[in-house]
């Protein structure tokens, strides 16, 4: 048995993070992942008052953060035990992940240590893997092939984990992600950044009405019929901003009204989102249904995909909602399963970033 101590950082968007992993190998299989620290500093009120991550301020944040989120995660750990280091390259916000490569390429440099560069969509359904605890090869066999939907602000996608590093695309979202359809529905509401906790918020408000009373809301589900496994979240947005600007003032301040707008909105998103990985689950007879990313934390959303997964009698993963977020240890596991393939780059300097990186 052999324990592999290995470094991540992440700087995909506003969310500063380090960790230090442990994979435990015997006869070079993974057999457990875990991590032994990972912290995250967050932006969010920072970002609060544009609606949305700026990110030039993200990146200066970033700057700010990496050094202090390092002493953190590696304190009480001796660095010397390190075998390499990962970083997330993409997809993301250009300038925070060159922030994050310039902090790990430095130290890779200084410590004399390989540089892996980690994709932050493989990352989010990975991340399960340190969720379940369980070896490689369990994985594999209990839940691959696999329909996976990651589904967060920047992103909303489809794919086919046929294995760990072998994956197909079925489908995206062609203009807003569903966690930016979030924010932007919540920001016509009036209510506070980030939308999706807010909406969800709401939303659980108005479920827990008796009746579930209202004036009957009734917003489209975009793409819902198209047999493709695109999304579109666009026309949600603006069918929501024309709604709303047809109710008089006083209407527009109601809490009822809010609640129940907010349940449409979510139950809008969710009903897409269930209804495609559904179809797709059941084309690809999948074993399987996996969800990660920031908006798989929904607690409707978990609920819903969970009860299509028992329907289908296939399985349901979601990562514990510390690791839906974006954060190192996630990407820590991508980087050690890109360094297992021989992926780390020759000399830390040739890592780029790759702001439109796919699956």
Known sequence: MEEIFFLAVETSCDDTSISILKATEVKGNLKKIEAVSNIVSSQTQLHAGYGGVYPLLAKREHQKNLPLVFE??????????????????????????????????????????????????????????????????KFKKDHLPAVCLVVSGGHTLLFLAKAIGEYELLGETQDDAAGECFDKAA????????????????????????????????????????????????????????????????????????????HEIQQSIVDVL????????????????????????NKMLREKMEEAADELGVGFLAPSPD?????????????????????????????????????
């Not at 579930?212 to 489209?220: R, T």
């Not at 269930?274 to 934390?297: D, H, L, M, Y």
Request: charged share 20%; hydrophobic share 40%.
């Open 72 to 137: 953190q995660a590696v304190k009480k750990f001796a660095v010397s035990k390190i075998k390499f280091i990962g970083v997330t390259k993409g997809p993301g916000l250009d300038p925070c992940l060159w922030t994050g490569i310039n902090f790990a390429q430095n130290l890779a440099k200084k410590c004399n240590l390989p540089l892996v560069g980690a994709n932050h969509l493989e990352a989010h359904f990975l991340a399960n893997l340190l969720t379940l605890g369980i070896s490689a090869e």
């Open 187 to 262: 920001r016509i509401l009036g209510l506070d950044y980030p939308g999706g906790p807010e909406i969800a918020k709401y939303a659980e408000k108005f479920s827990k009405r008796i009746g579930n009373a209202g004036i009957g809301i009734k917003l489209p589900r975009p793409m819902i019929a198209q047999k493709n496994y695109n999304f579109s979240f666009s026309g949600l947005k603006t069918a929501v901003l024309y709604f709303h600007q047809k109710q008089t003032p006083e209407t527009q301040r109601l809490p009822e009204y809010l609640e129940e707008m907010s």
């Open 323 to 359: 690791l839906s977020v974006d954060n190192a240890a996630m990407a820590g596991i991508a980087a050690y399963f890109a360094w297992k393939r021989g992926e780390a780059v020759a000399s830390p300097d040739d890592l780029q970033s790759e702001p439109n990186l796919g699956i």
């Open 274 to 297: 269930v209804s495609k990985t559904r179809r797709a689950t059941e084309a690809f007879e999948a074993k399987s249904i996996i969800i990660g990313g920031g908006v798989s934390a």
